[in-house]
């Protein structure tokens, strides 16, 4: 395939998931913010079952080897950058998407917030060799290591290589969490509704 034609393939899909994003006014953020501050779980149930299609999805092309994960390695740092991640993405009151598709309809803060995501990625870029804790190749190893802080690398496929479990017995079980979640919320709803009922 020429890359003219995969430029035009990105551009059109990229454009459908925009326009996706901007009517179902979806944030990955807002999902859960809006459960954990307001109790509502609109972007919150969207998000959960994303989530369960994903994961039956990844998981079964990795028991099949097909696909091409990216490999990276999971430690208390990505936990603390996340975190971090949320926080910002809170205060600026959308995910990095919703930001976008707010400032292309003409949001200033979301703008301002966008313009100041790039200038966080690129000082951070300038600090990348500095700040990558502790140092990985001498303690990222691919198996557990708690001594360096460091749980190694964290996936399916791995742990189908570590164990030698199918990957979608894993998918499986974090599918059925996702679902228990996702019928607790419902339940809730339906508590909620059935109370307003009575009022």
């Known amino acids: 395939m020429s890359t003219i034609a995969e430029c035009m393939i990105a551009f059109i899909f990229g454009s459908v998931v925009g326009l996706l994003v901007q009517r179902s006014r979806f944030c990955n953020t807002a999902a859960l913010r809006?459960?954990?501050?307001?109790?509502?779980?609109?972007?919150?149930?969207?998000?959960?079952?994303?989530m369960m299609i994903l994961t039956l999805?990844?998981?079964?092309?990795?028991t099949v080897g097909a696909g091409h994960p990216l490999?990276?390695?999971?430690?208390?740092?990505?936990?603390?950058?996340?975190?971090?991640?949320?926080?910002?993405?809170?205060l600026a009151g959308a995910c990095t998407v919703s930001t976008w598709v707010k400032a292309a309809e003409g949001n200033v803060g979301a703008v301002w917030a966008l313009l100041f995501t790039f200038i966080g990625m690129f000082l951070f870029s300038l600090l990348w060799s500095y700040n990558q804790w502790p140092p990985a190749p001498a303690s990222m190893t691919g198996d557990p290591n708690p001594e360096a802080l460091q749980a190694g690398f964290a996936?399916?496929?791995?742990?189908?290589?570590?164990?030698g479990i199918p990957a979608i017995v894993f998918g499986l079980i974090q599918f059925a969490v996702l679902?228990?979640?996702?019928?607790?919320?419902?339940?809730?709803?339906?508590?909620?509704?059935q109370d307003d009922a009575h009022e």
């Not at 679902?179 to 709803?189: D, F, Q, V």
């Open 179 to 193: 679902l228990g979640i996702y019928r607790a919320i419902r339940r809730k709803e339906k508590a909620r509704e």
């Open 71 to 90: 490999d990276f390695d999971v430690g208390l740092n990505t936990f603390l950058g996340l975190f971090l991640f949320g926080v910002g993405m809170v």
């Open 155 to 163: 996936n399916a496929r791995t742990l189908q290589e570590k164990t």
């Open 34 to 50: 809006d459960a954990i501050m307001f109790q509502t779980y609109r972007n919150t149930k969207a998000l959960l079952v994303a």
């Open 57 to 62: 999805g990844f998981t079964a092309f990795m």
